[in-house]
């Protein structure tokens, strides 16, 4: 798998850390959070979504970049129609900028497409091409989402990989629990990523969703050494979510007063908190780890 993913790896197994990437001057440094599951249908791409407009809220520039190939897109979810995507980047046929889209409050957009897949297939001079024309769309972001798909496919692992920050969501169901730690140990046992954040999604609430927390972290720290897990919070399940979905508007937007909405805000808090130590790169780094060139 790790030699279909082809991403580098240094001898512990983590993925070599390319600390100077020749990027324009004055970048800043850019949050790039994964989100994923194993499972399928547990809540990513609004979590995503709402995530971003709490971001958004709190005054921090986000792009979601959807980089999910099934059919509950974050256009879909909010309403939107995008005419371009990432494969019209790369065939040449759109520049970057053309093809991001405008969501709700200052968030960009970079929909979904068959481009995403195509990534992980590029030849090195596409890849530096490609560098070269995602070079251009720094200029404003603080935070970058990335809205992965379920499973664990070799697109999903390169998403994770070239994130910073990991966060696995997870459901109630048994189904979910049992995929997100197959997600959890293959980034462990065959990357050496040895850090992730878990979100419960749907929960009966608070105590329900530490009580899930603390039953994946008890079978991580028994059988995955030196891993750390930590825990975000819960959403609560919430009949105003398939409602604000319905209405092709984030939550946020939509049922600003929902439970799940004011949990989504304490979350994003959290995330805004506790950054890691890490010395997050620009966004030219995340693109150089994603292409790994
Ligand atoms: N907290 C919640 N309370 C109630 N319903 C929810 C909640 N979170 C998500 N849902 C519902 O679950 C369904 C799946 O959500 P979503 O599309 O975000 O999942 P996903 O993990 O992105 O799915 P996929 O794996 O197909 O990309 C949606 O219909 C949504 O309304
Ligand atoms: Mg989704």
Redesign the pocket.
Known sequence: MDQAVGLRKKGNGALESECCFPGPALQKPVRVLAVS?G???????????NLAMAFDRMGQKVLIMDA?L????IDV?LGLAPRYNLSHVLNGQKRIEEVLVNGPGQIKIMPASSGVQELTKLTDDQKLLLLELLDGIETDIDILLI?T??GISDTVLYFNLAAHEKIV?V?PEPTSLTDAYALIKVLYSKFGERHFRLLV???AGEAAGKAIFAKISKVADHFLDGLSLDYLGA????????K??IQQKALLEAFPKAP?AKAFLSIAENIWRTQPSVNHGTIQFFWKRLLNV
């Open positions: 599951s499972k399928g249908g547990v809540g990513k791409s609004n979590v995503v979504i999910d099934g059919l509950a897109n979810l809205d798909s379920a969501v459901t999604n749907s929960s959403i609560p399940y919430d009949a105003s979510v398939p604000a979905v799940a």
